[in-house]
């Protein structure tokens, strides 16, 4: 009776240096964010985005201004001035004006002024800021009382490593919630448009921006005047009043500025004012153009499952095709990783589908090797796996290629392997 050859498994040698390389990625991870010589290096990764490439070079530059919503410039106006701006707009009948500001203290005459303006119709939305600890929301800071009663906002975004991609659709405090500023403006605008964002699961969402060589018109606070006929054009729009800067077109005034995927700036500066991203959650709203992201289970599930094949694909050619392994794999990797990032990029442009390919990528990066790293471990321990069973060890650790078992070919009990077995000398 002989013994059958033991069968190794291909998919077990793959999955164990699929984790083996999973490790390898946490451990160098901890590394990156451990030393600080590494923390630019972290700070690139940590802010990279391939919907950046989507925004900034192919959402179309023709699409059509959005004429539902306008925005004002409001400088460094005082309050009083800034009353004269609302009245002024107030009597082109825009049907929403949302104040990106907050007046949280009485200062002096001026405010009388300032609460007529904003009581005189019931059509204001103001902004609030969230305070914040480790844990989350712990209160706003609103408008003084005297200001009279206003729906409410809140204006932060979600920016923790420089560019503006999210933003938190309300935040909870002691039982209360608030909504996001735009979502506040939208209940009052549209309340269809306003309930397919607030019934979307998450308090978290991805903001679509609009493309456009000119997404929205813009007012500079000097422009609002009964005899500015283009005015008219707010009617029963919304209108945003924030700060552009103190004056029209100044590129190096960032305050209240953002990073964001479109990089309109040429300059270093951040590209966008934070009046200008409201507008754009705005547009997203009504439009109804939501992404949606995958979890991030799933990008790690799909991360494994990529690396597990492209593994299984490389440890069969080091096996069965050594002599062509490093000249088909490195192309492949190369092919694999370039497939992953397009196909995850068409997701996104064509669905609006957000998956984060990056730990894929990185992992697929790594994957040959921690590959040969592996293979080195089991020569090292005289291990027989799939990737080692056409090896074999002698007594002194050296290695070489098992040599096939030569097929006996008898005749009559004579063998025909001999040196003079040919036709011609057959008797």
């Not at 590394?31 to 391939?50: G, H, Q, T, W």
């Not at 990529?306 to 096996?319: A, C, G, K, P």
């Not at 370039?338 to 990066?365: E, Q, S």
Request: aromatic share 14%; glycine share 6%; hydrophobic share 40%.
């Amino acid at each position: 009776m002989t013994n059958k050859p033991k069968r190794y498994s291909l998919f077990v040698d793959a999955l164990i240096c699929n984790v083996f390389n999973i490790l390898v990625l946490m451990f160098l991870w901890v590394i990156i964010d451990s030393i600080d010589l590494f923390n630019p290096f972290d700070d690139v990764l940590e802010d990279f985005d391939y919907t950046d490439l989507y925004y900034s070079k192919f959402k179309s530059s023709q699409l059509p201004t959005d004429t539902n919503i306008y925005i004002v410039n409001i400088g460094n106006l005082n309050r009083m001035e800034l009353a004269m701006m609302i009245n002024t707009l107030q009597r082109f009948e825009p049907k929403i004006i949302g104040i990106d500001a907050v007046f949280n203290e009485k200062r002096g005459p001026e405010d009388l002024f300032l609460r007529q303006a904003l009581t005189q119709k019931d059509n204001i939305v103001l902004g609030v800021f969230g305070k914040y600890n480790k844990k989350g929301a712990t209160g706003i800071i609103k408008h003084h009382p005297f200001f009279g009663e206003h729906p409410i906002g809140h204006l932060e975004f979600i920016t923790p490593n420089g560019t503006t991609r999210e933003f938190e659709k309300y935040i909870e405090f002691n039982d209360t919630v608030v909504n996001h500023f735009t979502l506040e403006i939208m209940k009052k605008y549209d309340s269809t448009a306003y309930l397919s964002i607030a019934e979307r699961k998450g308090q978290v969402e991805l903001i679509n921006y609009r493309g456009g060589q000119v997404p929205f018109i813009s007012f500079n606070y000097e422009e609002i005047s009964d005899s500015n006929q283009y005015l008219s054009l707010i009617k029963d729009k919304i209108v945003l009043l924030g700060y552009m800067g103190q004056y029209a077109n100044a590129p190096f005034d960032t305050e209240d500025s953002h990073f964001t995927p479109l990089k309109t700036s040429n300059e270093i500066y951040p590209d966008a004012k934070g009046i200008e991203i409201h507008a754009h959650v705005l547009s997203m709203i009504l439009r109804g153009d939501y992404i949606t992201k995958m979890p991030e289970w799933l990008n790690y599930i799909l991360a494994l499952v990529i690396v597990q094949l492209f593994l299984m694909f490389s440890i069969y050619l080091y096996v069965h095709k050594s002599k062509y392994f490093d000249f088909i794999t490195k192309p492949s990797q190369f092919i694999t990783i370039a497939i992953v990032l397009w196909g995850t990029f068409m997701a996104f442009k064509n669905f609006h589908i957000k998956f984060d390919m990056v730990p894929t990528a990185l992992a697929l990066i790594l994957s040959l090797e921690v590959l040969y790293l592996y293979e080195e471990g089991l020569e090292l321990l005289k291990i027989n796996t799939y990737i080692t069973q056409n090896l074999k060890f002698d007594k002194h650790g050296k290695k070489s290629k098992k040599k096939k078992k030569p097929i006996a070919n008898s005749n009559n009990g004579i063998s025909n392997t001999g040196a003079n077995d040919s036709p011609t000398n057959r008797v």
